[in-house]
C-alpha cells in the first residue's frame, strides 16, 4: 500500500530544508543560543525579579545568629568611627557660637535656664544623668528584641531605618563638629556629671580621652529614642504601652538638654537624619517599615495536605473494579 499523500509532503518538506531547497530555510547563527534556552534563561530572570519583589514586599525572618553579629559589627564600626573623627576644638567652638547666636535670634535659646534650673534639684539631675548614660543603649536593644520575637516581617525594615540614620549621623559628626553647651566657651553651662560626680557621659570623666567630645550634632539620643517611640506606638497593643513609647523621645529631650550636653538644634538634627532613615527603608522595601506584615508571608502560607499513598489504593482498586 502507498503512504498518505500527506505524509509523502512532509518528507518532501523536510528534505528540501536539510538540502536549502527551502524558500523559509534560514541559516543557523552559530552564536546564537536555541530558543529553548533563551526561554530558561528569560524564565529564570524573570523568577529571581519575582523572589526580590517579594522579599521588598514581605521581608523574610532574619537569622538570629547573623543579627547580632551584624549589630555589634555595626555598632564597633561606628564607635570608630565616630572617635577617629579628629576634635577640631577650634571648629567645634566655632560652630556651638552659632548654634547658639542662631536660637537667641530665634527666640528658642533657653537651654541654660533649663540647665541651671534642674542642676539645683541634686536627685533629679542625678537621675537624668544615669538616664543619659544607660537608657539610649538598653531601650534601643530592648526595642530591637521584641521587633524580631513579636514581629519579624518588620524588623529588617525597622532595623534599616535605624542603620541608616545612623550613617548619616556619621558624616555629620565628621563635616559638623560641635562642641556641647556643657564645653562651650564662657557659654555658663553646668557639666552635670562632673559637678556631682556621677558617671554619666563618654565625655566627661576618664572616659573621655576615648571619645570624641565633638560629636554633638545631630543628636543620636533623639534620632534612636524617637525610633523607639514610634516603633512602640505603632505596633504595641496596650494604649498605656503606646502613651510611654511617645513619651520616651519627650523625656530624653528634657534630659539631653537639662544635662547640657546637646542644644535644641541638635535634636533638631536627629529627627532629620531618622526622616531620611525612614525615607530609605520606604524606598528599598516599597512599602513604609510598619505597615509591613507582622510575619513574613511565607511563614504564615498553608502547608498542602498530604495523604498517604496506601489511603488512595481502595478506591483506584473499587474505581477498577
Known sequence: ?????????????????????????????????????????????????????????SPARPRLWFELALIGISYWIYSIVRNAVPEQATTAQKHTTWIWDLEQHLGIAVERSINHGVDSVGWLIT????????????????????????????YAAARTVLFVT?????????????????LM????????????????????GPAAHVSNQYA???????????????????????????????????????V???????????AVGGEICLAVGFLAARWLYHSWAYRLPQVPDRETAEEPITVPEQWSEPAVSSARR
Open 1 to 57: 500500500m502507498g503512504e498518505p499523500t500527506e505524509i509523502q509532503q512532509r518528507r518532501t518538506e523536510r528534505a528540501d530544508a536539510a538540502h536549502g531547497d527551502g524558500s523559509d530555510a534560514r541559516p543557523a547563527s552559530p552564536g546564537r543560543l536555541p530558543d529553548g534556552a533563551t526561554r530558561v534563561a528569560r524564565s529564570r530572570t524573570a523568577a529571581l525579579r519575582g523572589r526580590i519583589r517579594d522579599q521588598r514586599r
Open 127 to 154: 537621675g537624668m544623668n544615669y538616664y543619659y548614660a544607660t537608657l539610649h543603649f538598653v531601650v534601643t536593644i530592648g526595642v530591637l528584641v521584641w521587633l524580631y520575637r513579636r514581629h519579624p516581617g518588620r
Open 166 to 182: 545612623t550613617a548619616i549621623a556619621l558624616v555629620g559628626f565628621y563635616f559638623f563638629p560641635l562642641a556641647p553647651p556643657r
Open 185 to 204: 566657651t564662657d557659654g555658663g553651662f553646668i557639666d552635670t556629671v562632673k559637678a556631682h560626680g556621677t558617671w554619666g557621659s563618654m565625655a566627661s
Open 216 to 254: 554633638a550634632m545631630p543628636s543620636m539620643h533623639i534620632g534612636w529614642s524617637m525610633w523607639c517611640g514610634l516603633a512602640i506606638f505603632f505596633l504595641a497593643r496596650r494604649t498605656w504601652v503606646r502613651v510611654l513609647g511617645l513619651l520616651y523621645p519627650a523625656a530624653t529631650l528634657v
Open 256 to 266: 539631653i538638654v537639662s544635662t547640657a550636653n546637646h542644644f535644641w538644634m541638635d
